[in-house]
């Protein structure tokens, strides 16, 4: 089982829709958990971070973080082509220091 | 502004060649990461340093090395380039405190050919 899970898609909405985007990660001491977002050809940038059980929002971006169940979600409203991109999980696992373990991320197409 | 640059960006070598490739912040992250990107396998951590001398294995090791003789630096090494290490490969840096955001550089993208 790998440590952090995603759907590698593609995931296609239409422009103007709810995309949402899923992670499941194996270790429940999991503390801090995190969203980039990586364009074809270029690095990672932090979208969001989370910690606590509940939504965060930060304009268009929610995510949600259930620890028993132990899933991470990122919702983007209003979805834009802009927004078309690989969206990649990670999680500071317990023991990993200061390590990020990534998941292998979701390809989502946002089309016209 | 404070940043982070690898370098080369692209590079093409041959088999049983050592490379070198150069990360470089200004942020004064104590710490810092190597991860190298493959279709299908996300991002996979190599090497990482908690600071000037400190160099600790990660998961996909086996043929690179790294040092940290300054806070800014943190080359990655190929001792023996094989077919294996075409990859892209992403430096991060990280506050010591704060939320374990990393921040990541620009890449490189090697070929051994």
């Known amino acids: 089982q790998k440590e952090v899970e995603q759907n590698s898609g593609p995931l296609s909405v239409p422009e103007g829709a709810i995309a949402s985007l899923n992670c499941t990660y194996s270790?429940?001491?999991?503390?801090?958990f995190f969203w980039y977002r990586q364009y074809s050809g270029k690095s990672p940038e932090l979208i969001m971070f989370?910690?606590?059980?509940g939504d965060k929002e930060d304009g268009r971006f929610t995510a949600q973080l259930n620890k028993a169940s132990q899933y991470v979600s990122l919702l983007i409203r209003d979805s834009q082509p802009s927004d078309s991109a690989t969206y990649l999980c990670?999680?500071?696992?317990?023991?990993?220091?200061?390590?990020?373990?990534f998941g292998t991320g979701t390809q989502l197409k946002v089309e016209l | 502004d404070a940043e982070i640059t690898q370098s080369p960006r692209h590079k093409i070598t041959e088999t049983g060649r050592q490379v070198t490739l150069a990360c470089h912040q200004t942020?004064?992250?104590?710490?810092m990461f190597w991860y190298r990107q493959d279709l299908g396998h996300g991002l996979r951590l190599i090497h990482y340093s908690y600071g000037v001398q400190d160099t600790n294995k990660g998961e996909v090791s086996d043929g690179y090395s790294v040092s940290r003789s300054n806070t800014e630096d943190l080359p990655l090494t190929l001792e023996s380039a094989a077919s294996s290490q075409t990859s892209v490969y992403f430096c991060?840096?990280?506050?010591?405190?704060?939320?374990?955001?990393?921040?990541f550089g620009p890449g490189t993208r090697l070929t051994v050919l």
């Open positions: 990670a999680v500071n696992p317990t023991g990993g220091g200061n390590k990020l373990t």
């Open positions: 989370i910690y606590s059980n």
């Open positions: 270790d429940r001491g999991s503390q801090s």
């Open positions: 942020w004064n992250h104590n710490n």
């Open positions: 991060a840096s990280q506050l010591v405190a704060g939320n374990h955001e990393q921040f």
